[in-house]
């Protein structure tokens, strides 16, 4: 069984950046596709970005597209999303969430999840 610890989150003024860590233990990383999701308050959690076991292929929600960055260091046991060009709507609770089957968008499809990092950023 994998355990997902995130960090990295913190408060950012709009246009700036930072770098959120999932990092892994319990299994064997590179056999697990991971995707990032957002939870913001009062609204319904979203997809951000995946990418396959490999790292080969990344999928990115439209919103974050050409300003996040996901990627993967599995010698590190660890998925990477560098967050640019941050805005006020980018403020949630990000969650790193790992399967060894799918690497889509449906977060219900993902079996191990983390708990969560705050991101926070001011206009």
């Known amino acids: 069984q994998v355990q997902l610890a995130e960090s990295g989150g913190g408060l950012v003024q709009a246009g700036g950046s930072l770098r959120l860590s999932c990092a892994a233990s319990?299994?064997?990383?590179?056999?697990?596709?991971v995707a990032w999701f957002r939870q913001a308050p009062g609204k319904e959690r979203e997809f951000v970005a995946s990418?396959?076991?490999?790292?080969?292929?990344?999928v990115y929600a439209n919103s974050v597209k050409g300003r996040f960055t996901i990627s993967r260091d599995n010698a590190k046991n660890t998925v990477y999303l560098q967050m640019n060009s941050l805005k006020p709507e980018d403020t949630a609770v990000y969650y790193c969430?790992?399967?060894?089957?799918?690497?889509?968008?449906?977060?219900?499809?993902?079996?191990?999840w983390g708990q969560g990092t705050q991101v926070t950023v001011s206009s």
């Open positions: 969430a790992a399967s060894p089957y799918y690497s889509g968008i449906v977060g219900n499809n993902y079996i191990y």
């Open positions: 319990g299994g064997t990383f590179d056999r697990y596709a």
């Open positions: 990418i396959n076991r490999s790292g080969g292929n990344t």
